[in-house]
């Protein structure tokens, strides 16, 4: 089977930054920020994006150029005789189907949002009813099941029609939207009364507020931004030549990545401080509280529909690279047309998704963990706390390891083309402190787990003493 190539620099940039720039930033990150300090969180955000999220991202990109192979098949062609890295590839592309099984829930319900404000559903009603609104949505099966599959048959039709004429062309198109739409929010919100407030809370970094918790919360937050750790950067490495290195390329999708998450908390935070808005509302700032924000404002109902257009953007760029990565790695396992490979997998996950849909409506006695914990918490902690951390270790130590790849092989790969280099200093960083934070994220996700009501392992631990 003939390897598809992305038709342009641009193109590979912004669909490896469209994959990274997703609900973790236009979402998790502003009610993060919220909720641990405003400024100060965001400074230790940006350090750990430089020293975690960079290192794994050059590795991905590497993996993926050199073998010209999906997650699922490139440790093959990189491994030695007789070994077994390639046991993670197919892990990866379980993650991947995992990630998309309530992604395209969260996406459908931004959808949702976004309809309901482009028709007037929105505008016009106290605060109460559009707090309700939130539940609602939730508490019915056809939305929340019908708008998944809205989002995706769309992902799926789209990438049927190629890499080049399919994702590189619409997600050039979603991705300067999406920057567009996020310039003119932003100026929209520093024009509100409370701008000053909200954006002293946000940029301002007050130092006495940097306590242990913010730090771990800011160093899982950049990590788990990226996606990295199950292929999402290696299958766009795949696609390109050696004109240019890693690392520049990597600094150019990790700006961009910043850039939009950092503009997020500049529309958001404004608006917060003006109309009363508790900052640190958690994972309803979004939904609810932004919801009731624009209800109040002036011509609220454009203003929301172009919020919640921009959010869509957002998402729905992870969910186009996410597909394309998972529609390669069956490709490659099957030999697949991309045309049957789009209609199989599109089932695959349509009816693999059903379950996080359902689990807020028909599904909502299942409480796998802490009360109020869904089919969603479940799944999402299988890919966040456990999938994305060992598989981005395992990336790392594969790379640099003798028993691997090997730095040499890593480095040379890395630092191929025009543009900034890996220096070789790094290598004991690459090589020991790198694999030991990743493994202490991992940790320190699986003991402060809620896995029930007052329970956590390291509660448990700590009982013990």
Request: glycine content about 10%; some cysteine.
């Amino acid at each position: 089977m003939q390897r598809e190539r992305l038709g342009s620099r641009l193109g590979f940039i912004l669909l490896s930054a469209g994959c990274a720039i997703g609900v973790g930033n236009v979402w998790k990150f502003p009610w993060m920020a919220g909720q641990y300090g405003g400024g100060a969180f965001v400074l230790i955000y940006l350090l750990f994006l430089l020293v975690l999220g960079l290192p794994v991202m050059v590795v991905e990109f590497s993996l993926g150029r050199a073998s010209q192979a999906s997650p699922v098949k490139l440790y093959q062609k990189l491994e030695k005789p007789g070994q077994k890295w390639h046991l993670h590839g197919y892990a990866a592309l379980v993650a991947n189907f995992l990630l998309m099984m309530f992604y395209t829930s969260v996406t459908g319900w931004i959808l949702y949002y976004f309809v309901s404000f482009l028709s007037g559903k929105m505008t016009g009603i106290t605060d109460e009813a559009s707090v309700a609104q939130f539940g609602g949505m939730l508490s019915s099966s056809g939305v929340t099941v019908g708008f998944m599959a809205v989002i995706v048959v769309l992902g799926f039709l789209i990438l049927s029609f190629g890499l080049q004429k399919g994702v590189e062309r619409v997600t050039k198109y979603m991705m300067v939207a999406l920057l567009a739409l996020m310039i003119i929010l932003a100026i929209n919100s520093f024009t509100l009364p409370g701008a000053k407030e909200g954006l002293t809370f946000y940029l301002k970094p007050d130092l006495s507020k940097i306590t242990g918790s913010v730090v771990v919360a800011a160093m899982n937050q950049a990590f788990f931004t990226l996606s990295l750790g199950i292929g999402s950067m290696a299958i766009f490495g795949s696609y390109i030549g050696k004109e240019r290195s890693l690392v520049g390329e990597s600094l150019n999708i990790l700006g961009l990545d910043t850039f939009v998450a950092v503009v997020a908390g500049l529309i958001i935070f404004p608006a917060c401080f003006t109309f009363n808005v508790e900052p640190g509302a958690g994972p309803s700032l979004l939904f609810v509280s932004m919801a009731k924000v624009f209800n109040n404002m002036s011509f609220g109902r454009w203003w929301g529909s172009l919020f919640f257009m921009f959010m869509l953007f957002a998402a729905f760029s992870t969910i186009l690279a996410v597909f394309e990565n998972i529609l390669a790695c069956v490709r490659e396992l099957t030999n697949w047309s991309r045309v049957k490979a789009c209609l199989i997998c599109g089932v695959a996950v349509l009816i693999l998704s059903v379950p996080c849909a359902l689990g807020f409506n028909l599904w909502s006695d299942f409480v796998p963990f802490n009360t109020g914990s869904s089919v969603l918490d479940l799944e999402d902690f299988l890919v966040s706390y456990c999938l994305l951390p060992l598989g981005a270790a395992c990336y790392v130590i594969f790379s640099v390891s003798k028993r691997g790849w090997g730095f040499d092989n890593f480095i040379a790969e890395a630092n191929a083309g025009k543009g900034l280099k890996l220096a070789r200093w790094m290598r004991p960083y690459m090589t020991y402190v790198l694999p030991l934070v990743i493994l202490a994220i991992f940790f320190v996700g699986i003991f402060t787990f809620p896995f029930a009501d007052d329970f956590t392992l390291w509660g448990e631990v700590k009982s013990w003493f």
